[in-house]
């Protein structure tokens, strides 16, 4: 385990000191209102910021492997909706109706929960009040992505954590498999982020898996007199009609979103696609709009671009409506608003 963070730790290095001159470089391009985050944002208040936040990943996916799918799931999810500020993980109370009480957020996976509690829990001890939740979210996707075998990218720290958390921001902000190419394309933009960065990140469905009755409608009851959505493989579709046939009395069966190595990060979801392969509707469109599968096409040819882009696509989503200075706070605890203090 130790070496295993040590190599982490070296193979960054490069990444870092290249990144530092890029921000440098870039710093007069750089409008006034767009957020400040930098690299070594925790080098003084916070030194083994890094090194903690490696430790703690690799012993909870060492130990519960879902743990990345999980939590890349709730980041993409906490960007989305107002932005990388933590909002996603406020717990649920009687008091008030948090992102969390929206249905499209009840199957979060609880694993990329407990990620952040378990992290934030060790930083506390280290150097108490001083690590934001929604950095620390970004630091343990970083990695949990480079422990099941995707790129490294750097990832840029000073997010402050959210003041609230709306029940009626989830809705218009999260992308649904029944949507149209034109609408997701649409949501991405208002992001910020462009075609071929949605592309490379919705790979991130090469790990993780999807309940029955996410994908539904596309083996029982595609249109009226077609019960089967054609483009998807139809020797597929027979084997799923008969995983998922209980499902409407068992809710939890999942099937995996990358039929054959859903546990690796690798473009094998690409080359699935290609192949009638996907699982949601809009997996599969992908690789039939036009605006789309050039890029499909790309990713499943070349993993090496697969990962330069979703690299890039990850550092463009954890920028994402982030807040500094007194747009947000520190909070004592991830899953609750600080109370005596701001
Ligand atoms: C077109 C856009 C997208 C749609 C419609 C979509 C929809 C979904 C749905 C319906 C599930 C299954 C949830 C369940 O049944 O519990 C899922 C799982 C997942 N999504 Fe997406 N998603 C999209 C883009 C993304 C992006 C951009 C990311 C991350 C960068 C992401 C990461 C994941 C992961 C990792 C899982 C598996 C979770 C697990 O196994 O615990 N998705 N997505
Ligand atoms: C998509 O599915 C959701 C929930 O399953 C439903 O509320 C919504 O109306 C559907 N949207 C479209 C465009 O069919
Ligand atoms: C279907 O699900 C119900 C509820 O979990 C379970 O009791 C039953 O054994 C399941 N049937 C099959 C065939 O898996
Ligand atoms: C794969 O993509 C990378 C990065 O864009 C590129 O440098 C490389 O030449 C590509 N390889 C092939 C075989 O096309």
């Given at each position: 385990m130790h070496s295993h963070s040590t190599t982490?730790?070296?193979?960054?290095?490069?990444?870092?000191?290249?990144?530092a001159i890029a921000i440098f470089l870039s710093i007069p391009h750089l409008s006034h209102s767009e957020p400040q985050l930098t690299l070594d944002y925790y080098k003084t208040t916070c030194p083994d910021f890094a090194r903690i936040v490696t430790a703690t990943v690799t012993t909870k996916q060492i130990a519960t492997p879902t743990t990345a799918a999980a939590t890349l799931r709730v980041f993409f999810h906490d960007c989305m909706v107002d932005g990388c500020d933590a909002s996603v993980l406020i717990a649920p109370n009687s008091f008030h109706k948090e992102e969390r009480d929206n249905e499209l957020n009840h199957a979060l996976p609880g694993d990329g929960f407990d990620i952040v509690t378990r992290t934030k829990t060790a930083l506390e001890l280290a150097c108490p009040r001083t690590v934001s939740c929604a950095d620390i979210l970004a630091q343990v996707v970083r990695d949990l992505v480079v422990m099941v075998g995707g790129p490294n990218y750097p990832v840029?720290?000073?997010?402050?954590?959210?003041?609230?958390?709306?029940?009626?921001?989830?809705?218009?902000n999260l992308p649904q498999p029944n949507m149209t190419m034109d609408v997701i394309i649409n949501l991405f933009e208002s992001k910020g982020i462009t075609v071929h960065e949605m592309v490379a990140l919705v790979g991130a469905h090469t790990l993780g898996f999807a309940h029955c009755s996410e994908f539904a409608d596309r083996i029982y009851h595609y249109e009226k007199n077609v019960p089967t959505d054609p483009d998807m493989n139809p020797t597929y579709a027979e084997a799923l009609k008969k995983f998922c046939s209980n499902y409407t009395k068992d809710p939890t069966m999942s099937a995996f979103l990358d039929l054959y190595t859903p546990g690796k990060f690798d473009n094998m979801y690409y080359r699935n696609l290609l192949k009638g392969l996907g699982l949601l509707a809009t997996d599969q469109l992908m690789a039939e709009d036009p605006r789309t599968k050039p890029f499909v096409e790309r990713y499943a040819a070349n993993q090496t671009a697969f990962f330069e882009d979703f690299a890039e696509g990850m550092q463009k989503l954890g920028m994402v409506d982030v807040k500094t200075g007194d747009e947000g706070n520190v909070r004592d605890r991830c899953d609750v608003f600080n109370t005596f203090r701001t």
């Open positions: 982490m730790a070296t193979s960054n290095t490069p990444f870092l000191l290249l990144l840029l720290l000073g997010r402050k954590d959210s003041l609230v958390s709306r029940l009626s921001d989830v809705e218009p």
